[in-house]
């Protein structure tokens, strides 16, 4: 009931135009049993599908929010460890609120990939992040509508992640951090 209808259309796409993609899930989770259904979920999606881009963990919800921050960090360990150990990347992606706060214990943890979203024209989280999402209401050329904007600080072609502090080079006339 949780699959993207149009997931195995856009994975295709990507694949026959040569875009790079990754994958995201909105975890639900509450319990040791739920991650491990949501690891079963995520590789059947991505069966037979060559990512270039992370599997991402998406760790926000509000049955989550009553959860300590150890258990918290437990789930996105034994996510990503399920979804690398099936031969994918993998990463966390959550709020910086969530980073620091709930998220704390793996805030500067270097296994796993850091997705921080914060809406701003700087990302000044103190967890250190590969991936910054930094707008839902960007637009692109061929898009309708408002879209989520991100910037990368990384190569994902590396075998690991690797944490770069103070992402980027400030541009003075937006106030954002690029490549």
């Given at each position: 009931?949780?699959?993207?209808?149009?997931?195995?259309?856009?994975?295709?796409?990507?694949?026959?135009?040569?875009?790079?993609?990754?994958?995201?899930?909105?975890?639900?989770?509450?319990?040791?049993?739920?991650?491990?259904?949501?690891?079963?979920?995520?590789?059947?999606?991505?069966?037979?599908?060559?990512?270039?881009?992370?599997?991402?963990?998406?760790?926000?919800?509000?049955?989550?929010?009553?959860?300590?921050?150890?258990?918290?960090?437990?789930?996105?360990?034994?996510?990503?460890?399920?979804?690398?150990?099936?031969?994918?990347?993998?990463?966390?992606?959550s709020s910086k609120?969530?980073?620091?706060?709930?998220?704390?214990?793996?805030?500067?943890?270097?296994?796993?990939?850091?997705?921080?979203?914060?809406?701003?024209?700087?990302?000044?989280?103190?967890?250190?992040y590969q991936f910054?999402?930094?707008?839902?209401?960007?637009?692109?050329?061929?898009?309708?509508?408002?879209?989520?904007?991100?910037?990368?600080?990384?190569?994902?072609?590396?075998?690991?992640?690797?944490?770069?502090?103070?992402?980027?080079?400030?541009?003075?006339?937006?106030?954002?951090?690029?490549?």
């Amino acid at each position: 009931s949780q699959d993207d209808n149009t997931w195995e259309t856009n994975a295709d796409a990507c694949e026959k135009l040569g875009i790079p993609y990754g994958a995201y899930l909105y975890s639900y989770a509450s319990t040791t049993e739920m991650v491990n259904s949501e690891i079963s979920h995520t590789l059947r999606l991505l069966a037979g599908h060559r990512l270039s881009l992370p599997v991402f963990y998406d760790m926000e919800d509000g049955v989550q929010a009553a959860l300590s921050s150890s258990t918290l960090c437990s789930f996105a360990n034994q996510y990503c460890a399920g979804i690398t150990a099936a031969g994918y990347k993998a990463g966390i992606y959550s709020s910086k609120n969530w980073w620091e706060g709930k998220l704390s214990g793996i805030a500067q943890d270097t296994i796993y990939y850091h997705w921080v979203a914060q809406w701003n024209s700087v990302c000044d989280t103190n967890a250190a992040y590969q991936f910054w999402q930094n707008s839902s209401k960007g637009s692109v050329d061929g898009i309708s509508g408002n879209v989520d904007t991100d910037y990368s600080y990384v190569d994902t072609n590396s075998q690991s992640p690797t944490i770069v502090a103070n992402p980027g080079v400030l541009d003075e006339a937006t106030g954002t951090r690029l490549l």
